[in-house]
């Protein structure tokens, strides 16, 4: 095995195999000890109808629905968030995704209002805003979104962060980035399918071709496409396969220059970017 990949391994906390049970039970715990802990009651999680939000998701509703009988409480709630740009073509989706997973409550926020006037006060100053800017844009304002209801709830917000996303940094920094729990890292993407088929997930949910479609110019763009490689390669190499050298060398590029995504704001003692 490849030096660096065993470093990311370690760093990602990745296991070669799962036990589907165990990991099932080990992020409703988690999720529940932590609104215990904080004395919050509500998960907020934004929906895309994909395979990360809605496993996410039903972990979720797991953990509320554990905490509603246990202590008779009907405050504890998950809240499914719909949040598109204006009409998007993923919505039969996420609407089936929100009923597997039983949401307690349901809201619609559309960020195409939000997302335009932004962009139109950055041009207003002389900004040419591109497409891909955009699409950052986009994801920013959907966790703005969930954070402003979390915090009207006394709730916490959901990431979808994985493995298989965290060692690209196949994500916006501060947007689906941004999140007060994210109960399934740590798994790669072909282990977070291996839950989903144990819940009974709908299995085109998780079977389709992953895609942010986040770009106007480009809708639907797969992850695999935008990455050079694909999510069964970085599993393999998440897993300490052995893997051909030059996908290899672009997964660790990938990590390598997405490493500022993986860390809090950057202060003077950090030492990270020296190495």
Do not use: C
Not at 122 to 139: C, H, W
């Amino acid at each position: 095995m490849r030096q660096l990949q065993q470093e990311i391994i370690n760093a990602l906390r990745v296991k070669p195999t799962i036990d589907v049970d165990e990991e099932i039970k080990r992020s409703v715990d988690f999720l529940q000890q932590y609104l215990l802990k904080t004395g919050l009651q509500t998960l907020v999680l934004g929906i895309s109808g994909g395979q990360d939000s809605t496993l996410a998701g039903k972990l979720s509703q797991m953990a509320i629905t554990g905490l509603q009988k246990e202590y008779s409480d009907k405050h504890y709630q998950f809240v499914a968030v719909r949040l598109p740009y204006g009409n998007q073509s993923d919505e039969a989706d996420a609407m089936t995704a929100i009923e597997f997973m039983q949401a307690d409550q349901v809201m619609r926020v559309d960020i195409k209002p939000a997302t335009d006037a932004t962009v139109a006060a950055l041009e207003a100053n002389g900004i040419k805003v591109s497409d891909f800017n955009k699409g950052n844009i986009k994801a920013r304002q959907r966790m703005i979104a969930q954070f402003g209801i979390a915090g009207q709830l006394r709730g916490a917000v959901v990431g979808t962060d994985h493995a298989s996303e965290a060692v690209t940094g196949f994500y916006t920094k501060f947007g689906d980035g941004a999140a007060d729990v994210t109960p399934i890292w740590r798994l790669n993407k072909r282990q977070g399918k291996q839950l989903l088929a144990k819940l009974g997930a709908p299995e085109h949910l998780y079977v389709k071709v992953p895609t942010a479609d986040l770009e106007d110019d480009r809708p639907s763009l797969p992850d695999e496409v935008a990455l050079g490689v694909s999510y069964s390669q970085i599993d393999d190499y998440l897993e300490g396969q052995e893997i051909d050298n030059a996908v290899a060398d672009k997964i660790e590029d990938w990590y390598q220059k997405t490493g500022h995504k993986r860390h809090l704001p950057i202060n003077v003692y950090d030492q990270w970017w020296k190495s």
